[in-house]
């Protein structure tokens, strides 16, 4: 059994389809979560750590749990991002049904 689904194309209802660019979009959304995240971090070693206040350990720790978080929030309310772009591009391949599971913001 495929954990992945049917191996060949069968007949799909419009739930499933629905469901498939739902999955889609949400996995497309994600890469850019990890996308923005490797930016965040590149940029954020850039940054001199020279300053008047020593940095402590739990600094790099809240340092790399906000990059994250700002990166997964960024990727889930962009319409316009990489997320999306790579959705559009990979939903062509989807079988034809319900074209939109969720219509893209202007």
């Known amino acids: ?12 209802g419009p739930a499933e389809v629905v469901g498939e660019r739902a999955r889609l979009r949400k996995a497309a959304h994600d890469l850019e ?21 020593e940095e402590s350990g739990g600094q790099d720790l809240f340092d790399s749990m906000l990059d ?5 929030v960024s ?18 391949h989807l079988p034809e049904g319900s074209s939109s599971a969720r219509p893209a913001k202007e």
């Not at 059994?1 to 799909?12: D, K, Q, T, W, Y």
């Not at 995240?37 to 750590?49: G, K």
């Not at 994250?68 to 997964?72: H, T």
């Not at 319409?79 to 939903?91: D, I, P, V």
């Open 33 to 53: 979560g990890v996308f923005l995240n490797q930016l965040f971090q590149a940029m954020r070693a850039t940054v001199p750590h020279e300053g008047i206040v």
């Open 75 to 92: 990727a889930e309310r962009s319409t316009r991002g990489l997320g999306e772009a790579l959705y559009r591009q990979l939903s062509r």
């Open 1 to 12: 059994m495929n954990p992945l689904g049917p191996v060949s194309p069968g007949i799909r």
């Open 68 to 72: 994250q978080k700002l990166s997964e």
